[in-house]
T-cell receptor, first 115, second 114 residues
Framework: EAGVAQSPRYKIIEKRQSVAFWCNPISGHATLYWYQQILGQGPKLLIQFQNNGVVDDSQLPKDRFSAERLKGVDSTLKIQPAKLEDSAVYLC?????????????FGPGTRLTVT | AQTVTQSQPEMSVQEAETVTLSCTYDTSESDYYLFWYKQPPSRQMILVIRQEAYKQQNATENRFSVNFQKAAKSFSLKISDSQLGDAAMYFCAYRGNTGNQFYFGTGTSLTVIP
């Protein structure tokens, strides 16, 4: 079974530039999560999708971050414009359903450096 | 808001020995899940073990077991017969049964000494 795929693995941009991350969840997983993991901290949930609908985006800085999952499969997370404090690893995860009963499977992450 | 605290930024253990990682949490909910995740240097996080709050019996997965103390809001992870492959960052996490948010601790970096 293929795992959660993410690209790119690394990205370096200057502040005020834009960047997009892509995630392909495990086949058949209806729930998709994006996390931000700042160095030395645990992951923080940014947004959760159920199929192509948003379940929770309460921690997403909506003035600069956006995310979509148009066909209920792949997802894109965008930052525009980026700030220095956005430097972090962005993790995508998926699960069969939104209940905490179902295990989340994580991708390898995208390490973003904003200079 | 729920918080998860891991008070040990770093731990080390001799190969084949036992180590215990600590985690405490704060919540007003009665029904929730607790997790331990392992994040090796490659950064892909994997689930080690899970505990459902309504279950009194401590969860066990091979060499990994937990000591769940609901009244004390404590959830420690015991790794027995430590192996070199156990070296990683370990995160404790909480999720309420009604909400969507996962709350992670700041992690404990485990070193296994050959």
């Amino acid at each position: 079974e293929a795992g959660v795929a993410q690209s790119p693995r690394y990205k370096i941009i200057e502040k005020r530039q834009s960047v997009a991350f892509w995630c392909n969840p495990i086949s058949g997983h209806a729930t998709l999560y994006w996390y931000q993991q700042i160095l030395g901290q645990g992951p923080k949930l940014l947004i959760q999708f159920q199929n192509n609908g948003v379940v929770d985006d309460s921690q997403l800085p909506k003035d600069r971050f956006s995310a979509e999952r148009l066909k209920g499969v792949d997802s894109t997370l965008k930052i525009q414009p980026a700030k220095l404090e956005d430097s972090a690893v962005y993790l995508c995860a998926s699960s069969f359903a939104p209940s905490a009963y179902y295990e989340q499977y994580f991708g390898p992450g995208t390490r973003l450096t904003v200079t | 808001a729920q918080t998860v605290t891991q008070s040990q930024p770093e731990m080390s253990v001799q190969e084949a020995e036992t180590v215990t990682l600590s985690c405490t949490y704060d919540t007003s909910e009665s029904d929730y899940y607790l997790f331990w995740y392992k994040q090796p240097p490659s950064r892909q996080m994997i689930l080690v073990i899970r505990q459902e709050a309504y279950k009194q019996q401590n969860a066990t997965e091979n060499r990994f077991s937990v000591n769940f103390q609901k009244a004390a809001k404590s959830f420690s992870l015991k790794i027995s017969d430590s192996q070199l492959g156990d070296a990683a960052m370990y995160f404790c996490a909480y999720r309420g049964n009604t909400g969507n948010q996962f709350y992670f601790g700041t992690g404990t970096s485990l070193t296994v000494i050959p």
